[in-house]
């Protein structure tokens, strides 16, 4: 009697410790190592594995097993003979030595003879078949009871629910993994689309060929360098791409014009920034500040820029960086009406407007960027390639920038005031 | 073999005999490195596994599967197994699973 309740005690802090087992976060291998010991020693088992089920290859893959002949199978296939007749059994244990009938343990009969099999436990859980355990004898010699076989049903549920859960999982990694892939697919589309836009926008103005690319590669250093996540960096480099796509609807000869335009063609030319924000809101863009870079990459933190005069704040963040990549590209490439300038004026016009146009953290940013290249500490070639090896090598290039990085004040005075 | 096994399963003497103490490691998947410490015990020739469990309160069925497997890695060899100093209640739990029939008692 005593031995009897003992008995109970023991199998069921096995079920119990099972449960909590699976559903611990642990790795799936330690919870079907543990599994496996918990079924085997609350019924002392000598020798057992546990598999599962795979639907591709029909077979069962072997997870556990403890007590196994070096050539026990790892990988076992089943007919569909063997799968019906499982299903069928659900969680209910087969005698191995009465289940010769069926194909599966004719094919194995001499394996599960040498590691001393003595019953079969299909886990078939919500009428989906997931993998199997195999039991040997038990310590004491005696034949399972079905006490035993409740047991073993019981903890065998436990099991297969545990390899089911793991399925599930594996199955939404997966389309985690798909879905991360087509996002992948549509970004690059995306942009490859924004390049296209921005070479059509630069075809418009033979004087700034390659206008738009560039400043969209300004704006990624600048973002880079301000310390903005990757996504945050491909979407400052799109804004800067199309920042000036309003442009395609100006006159070609407004745009082209090899004089300083008069003041109804710069009002024409004006509405540009306006017009791109108007072709760029409907699109849904992965980066949210594409629209308002096209539409304030003309306004200045002292208020005097254009269209609507915003002050410091009022302007977006993004629009600040495109405008210091805007300007400092007009600065350095020949214009319809004048030369590009020297790297001495460029830098200290960027000073001296830091705090007036610029966003004095943003130029800071920039020169720094371009500091580190000059210097050696970053090994990209960025600033050489858009600029040109001749203007990088400029001589006494690297003091001209240093004492514009000192000169600039920390923050803008004008932050303050609004 | 493994650097932190003596914390858990301490041994003495390679040649013939080996005592390895169970602890209550054996409780967990940890004890798994109690079983490897047996079979390493027993690849080196020693025909007498002495497995004390003076430091071992409960044994659970991760234990007891343990126990089985250290066991029957020992009968392949065709070496004893002894345990020695188990707590009575586990003498008892030994007796009902029948892991008793496959090793010998004794108090150290
Ligand atoms: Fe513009």
Redesign the pocket.
């Given at each position: 009697m005593a031995d009897e309740r003992n008995r109970l005690i023991h199998t069921f802090g096995a079920l119990a410790e099972l449960g909590e087992e699976v559903s611990n976060k642990q790795s799936f291998q330690d919870t079907m190592r543990t599994s496996l010991h918990l079924l085997l020693g609350s019924l002392a088992i000598m020798r057992g594995g546990v598999a599962r089920y795979s639907p591709f290859g029909h077979e069962l893959n072997m997870l556990a097993m403890r007590g196994f002949r070096d050539d026990f199978p790892i990988a076992l296939s089943l007919c569909q003979e063997d799968e019906r007749q499982f299903l069928a059994n659900g969680l209910y244990p087969i005698e191995v030595s009465q289940a010769k009938v069926l194909p599966f343990f004719q094919v194995y009969d001499h394996s599960f003879e040498q590691s001393g099999l003595e019953l079969f436990v299909p886990l078939v859980v919500h009428e989906e078949p997931v993998g199997a355990v195999f039991l040997g004898q038990k310590a004491t010699g005696e034949p399972y009871t079905s006490y035993d076989r409740e047991i073993i049903c019981a903890m065998a549920r436990h099991i297969g629910v545990a390899i089911l859960q793991r399925n599930m999982m594996a199955e939404l990694e997966r389309r985690a993994e798909e879905n991360r892939k087509l996002y992948e697919n549509l970004r690059m589309t995306y942009n490859d689309t924004v390049k296209a836009f921005a070479a059509a926008i630069d075809r418009k103005d033979k004087y700034t060929e390659g206008h738009s690319v560039r400043v969209g590669k300004y704006s990624e250093i600048i973002a880079e360098e301000l310390g903005w996540k990757e996504q945050e960096v491909e979407g400052a480099a799109v804004a800067g791409y199309l920042?000036?796509i309003?442009?395609i609807t100006v006159e070609r000869k407004i745009i082209n014009a090899p004089y300083r335009i008069n003041a109804k063609e710069s009002s024409e030319l004006n509405k540009?920034?306006g017009v791109g924000y108007e072709i760029l809101m409907p699109i849904s863009h992965p980066y949210s500040d594409v629209p308002l870079a096209a539409k304030y990459?003309?306004e200045r933190l002292d208020g005097r820029g254009y269209p609507d005069g915003l002050f410091d704040r009022e302007i977006p963040y993004i629009a600040k960086i495109v405008n210091l990549a805007?300007s400092f590209d007009a600065m350095t490439t020949d214009r319809p009406y004048k030369r590009r300038r020297p790297a001495n004026e460029v830098f200290a016009d960027l000073q001296r407007n830091s705090g007036k146009q610029f966003a004095p953290e943003i130029v800071q940013a920039f020169f720094k960027g371009m500091y580190n290249e000059l210097t050696g500490v970053s090994k990209e070639k960025r600033f050489r390639r858009l600029l040109g090896r001749e203007y990088m090598e400029t001589e006494g290039i690297i003091p001209m920038l240093t004492n514009a990085m000192n000169g600039i004040a920390p923050a803008s005075n004008l932050t303050f005031l609004h | 073999m493994d650097g932190d096994v003596p914390m858990n399963a301490a041994s003495e003497g390679a040649s013939k005999q080996a005592v390895v103490y169970a602890t209550d490691y054996l409780n967990k998947l940890s004890g798994e490195k109690i079983e490897r410490e047996c079979k390493t015990r027993l690849q080196e020739g020693c025909d007498e596994l002495i497995l004390n469990f003076s430091q071992t309160e409960l044994v659970n069925s991760v234990g007891v599967s343990i126990l089985l497997g250290i066991i029957d890695s020992a009968a392949v060899r065709g070496a004893r197994v002894v345990f020695s100093d188990v707590k009575e209640d586990t003498v008892e739990l030994f007796d009902m699973l029948g892991v008793t029939k496959h090793v010998s008692l004794r108090e150290s």
């Open positions: 920042h000036d309003g442009k540009h920034p990459h003309h805007d | -």
